[in-house]
């Protein structure tokens, strides 16, 4: 399945670069009469902080797209939220709190399934373990980190998943980056996907592993690059690699595409190559049973190598795990990095993924969990036929509860979410270089929490920045059939 999407025009392009120009311009004159250091306080002697390129464009480029969504939040990021309006005339250096709160529609967290609450069977088990367990072990789980709850919970993700074992990290970032390292070394091949998180592609850099990218969810372009590195060996010596690794995601965060599992399966059984799929976004997100995008394609979930996937989206909660055979696992327990020096995920962590988990799974004799899974598919795709039937340029599947609406130009990303948020709708604008340079957007997140009023509310308020930002970009002919809850 190859990526399409609706590229910009030239003369949208052209401004898009002339606009980074500008920003970049007018930051080098500012930095040149100001410099950031004059700023530092008390470091006299001392090699000033803010240098590089990377910190002037964070500075000058990246918080006048990013500063609409840098403040604080304080409430549950749940279907509402409670921002705290600032004042910043620096964009993000100095942040003066108004005392203001702004109660907006949240669409700019992963909070898919809806757990993310202070109040139902999730709190009440999660504040129950901390009275009992305490908040944290304060050690690795190879040291005295290890909880009876974190067995419990990777039996039940190994049952969930329909594998042999699991094993369960504090932070999901972390999953990637101290794992993959484990099971990768040089001499090993990875295919990997050119959208993969920066958490895989850090761990893979440390893993010492050769690299292919290959085009996003283009299956031919991936079996190209995999036979030719397999047939014509490693890059000096032409000896054969010790190894061959797809690594790809379930969903693409930033993209809202649905890996093409199947295909990718295939090519993995032909070349006899492991497969590595992240679940981050994919996980209770997808699939007729909340099982991610093994259950969304029906594959056998042992086709899968290495399965990953956070607790910190659908689950409310935080952290990830690995789960694969009982080889893997074994392997993993003793020389993954996270299971020798990183903290232990913290008791309440665990029973807040157990319980919701369980409602997932019917094991708590409710259908609660499939309620919400089945929400969250009605919600998805009703809210991205309403948003291409203005008329925006919308990427991703269908099915996919990230929806990316793009608006090339830095000023019209930062502007529409700027507007929604006085309109009461708090989103993300994401540009360079977490996209490509055209590919300004602001990112929609979908949750079973969301009801019909608050997706008709976004979309209202979505068509009426529309008109004002002139961002209705796609040339695609529209689909003028009613779109019905």
Same mark, same amino acid.
């Given at each position: 399945?190859?990526?399409?999407?609706?590229?910009?025009?030239?003369?949208?392009?052209?401004?898009?670069?002339?606009?980074?120009?500008?920003?970049?311009?007018?930051?080098?004159?500012?930095?040149?009469?100001?410099?950031?250091?004059?700023?530092?306080?008390?470091?006299?002697?001392? /090699?000033?902080?803010?240098?590089?390129?990377?910190?002037?464009?964070?500075?000058?480029?990246?918080?006048? *797209?990013?500063?609409?969504?840098?403040?604080?939040?304080?409430?549950?990021?749940?279907?509402?939220?409670?921002?705290?309006?600032?004042? #910043?005339?620096?964009?993000?250096?100095?942040?003066?709190?108004?005392?203001?709160?702004?109660?907006? *529609?949240?669409?700019?967290?992963?909070?898919?399934?809806?757990?993310?609450?202070?109040?139902?069977?999730?709190?009440?088990?999660?504040?129950?373990?901390?009275?009992?367990?305490?908040?944290?072990?304060?050690? %690795?789980?190879?040291?005295?980190?290890?909880?009876?709850?974190?067995?419990?919970?990777?039996?039940? /993700?190994?049952?969930?998943?329909?594998?042999? !074992?699991?094993?369960?990290?504090?932070?999901?970032?972390? #999953?990637?980056?101290?794992?993959? %390292?484990?099971?990768?070394?040089?001499?090993?091949? @990875?295919?990997? !996907?050119?959208?993969?998180?920066?958490?895989?592609?850090?761990?893979?850099?440390?893993?010492?592993?050769?690299?292919? @990218?290959?085009?996003?969810?283009?299956?031919?372009?991936?079996?190209? &690059?995999?036979?030719?590195?397999? /047939?014509?060996?490693?890059?000096?010596?032409?000896?054969?690699?010790?190894?061959?690794?797809?690594?790809?995601?379930?969903?693409?965060?930033?993209?809202?595409?649905?890996?093409?599992?199947?295909?990718?399966?295939?090519? $993995?059984?032909?070349? $006899?190559?492991?497969?590595?799929?992240?679940?981050?976004?994919?996980?209770?997100?997808?699939?007729?049973?909340?099982?991610?995008?093994?259950?969304?394609?029906?594959?056998? =979930?042992?086709?899968?190598?290495?399965?990953?996937?956070?607790?910190?989206?659908?689950?409310?909660?935080?952290?990830?795990?690995?789960?694969?055979?009982?080889?893997?696992?074994?392997?993993?327990? *003793?020389?993954?990095?996270?299971?020798?020096?990183? +903290?232990?995920? +913290?008791? =309440?962590?665990?029973?807040?993924?157990?319980?919701?988990?369980?409602?997932?799974?019917?094991? !708590?004799?409710?259908?609660?969990?499939?309620?919400?899974? &089945?929400?969250?598919?009605?919600?998805?795709?009703?809210?991205?036929?309403?948003?291409?039937?203005?008329?925006?340029?919308?990427?991703?599947?269908?099915?996919?509860?990230? @929806?990316?609406?793009?608006?090339?130009? =830095?000023?019209?990303?930062?502007?529409?979410?700027?507007?929604?948020? $006085?309109?009461?709708?708090?989103?993300?604008?994401?540009?360079?270089?977490?996209?490509?340079?055209?590919?300004?957007?602001?990112?929609?997140?979908?949750?079973?929490?969301?009801?019909?009023?608050?997706?008709? &509310?976004?979309?209202?308020?979505?068509?009426?920045?529309?008109?004002?930002?002139?961002?209705?970009?796609?040339?695609?002919?529209?689909?003028?059939?009613?779109?019905?809850?």
């Amino acid at each position: 399945m190859v990526h399409t999407v609706e590229e910009c025009t030239l003369f949208v392009a052209f401004c898009t670069f002339v606009s980074y120009g500008v920003l970049l311009l007018v930051g080098y004159i500012k930095e040149f009469f100001w410099p950031p250091s004059s700023m530092e306080k008390n470091r006299e002697g001392y /090699v000033p902080l803010y240098v590089g390129f990377e910190s002037f464009y964070t500075r000058n480029v990246y918080r006048r *797209i990013q500063d609409c969504w840098a403040r604080p939040i304080s409430s549950v990021p749940g279907a509402e939220i409670d921002l705290m309006e600032r004042d #910043t005339p620096d964009y993000g250096w100095t942040m003066n709190l108004t005392g203001k709160i702004i109660k907006c *529609i949240n669409v700019g967290s992963y909070n898919y399934l809806g757990y993310a609450e202070n109040k139902g069977a999730c709190h009440d088990a999660a504040a129950e373990t901390t009275k009992n367990v305490g908040v944290t072990t304060g050690s %690795p789980r190879n040291e005295m980190g290890s909880l009876a709850i974190q067995e419990e919970l990777e039996t039940l /993700v190994a049952e969930f998943l329909g594998v042999d !074992d699991a094993l369960t990290f504090g932070m999901g970032f972390a #999953t990637n980056v101290l794992n993959i %390292p484990s099971l990768l070394g040089p001499g090993c091949l @990875v295919l990997s !996907d050119e959208f993969n998180h920066a958490s895989l592609i850090l761990g893979i850099k440390l893993s010492g592993a050769t690299v292919k @990218v290959f085009h996003h969810n283009d299956s031919v372009d991936l079996e190209r &690059k995999l036979r030719e590195a397999l /047939v014509y060996g490693q890059n000096r010596t032409r000896r054969p690699y010790k190894m061959a690794i797809i690594v790809v995601e379930g969903i693409y965060s930033m993209e809202g595409s649905i890996v093409d599992l199947p295909a990718i399966i295939a090519i $993995k059984k032909k070349y $006899k190559a492991y497969l590595y799929v992240d679940e981050a976004h994919s996980i209770g997100a997808l699939g007729p049973n909340g099982g991610g995008v093994v259950d969304y394609h029906k594959c056998n =979930p042992k086709d899968v190598d290495i399965l990953m996937g956070t607790f910190t989206k659908s689950f409310g909660a935080a952290g990830g795990y690995i789960a694969g055979s009982k080889d893997l696992i074994a392997h993993l327990r *003793i020389n993954s990095d996270a299971q020798n020096y990183a +903290a232990s995920m +913290a008791a =309440p962590v665990a029973q807040q993924i157990i319980t919701s988990l369980q409602q997932i799974m019917g094991k !708590d004799g409710s259908d609660e969990g499939m309620r919400r899974i &089945k929400l969250l598919a009605r919600n998805t795709q009703y809210f991205r036929r309403r948003v291409k039937h203005m008329g925006f340029i919308v990427y991703g599947s269908e099915d996919s509860p990230v @929806v990316p609406v793009i608006f090339h130009l =830095p000023a019209v990303t930062a502007l529409f979410v700027r507007e929604l948020t $006085k309109r009461g709708v708090a989103g993300v604008g994401v540009g360079f270089p977490a996209t490509k340079i055209t590919g300004g957007r602001m990112r929609f997140c979908l949750s079973a929490a969301h009801t019909k009023e608050h997706l008709d &509310k976004i979309l209202t308020e979505v068509e009426e920045v529309g008109y004002i930002t002139g961002a209705y970009y796609s040339r695609r002919k529209m689909d003028m059939t009613p779109v019905e809850w």
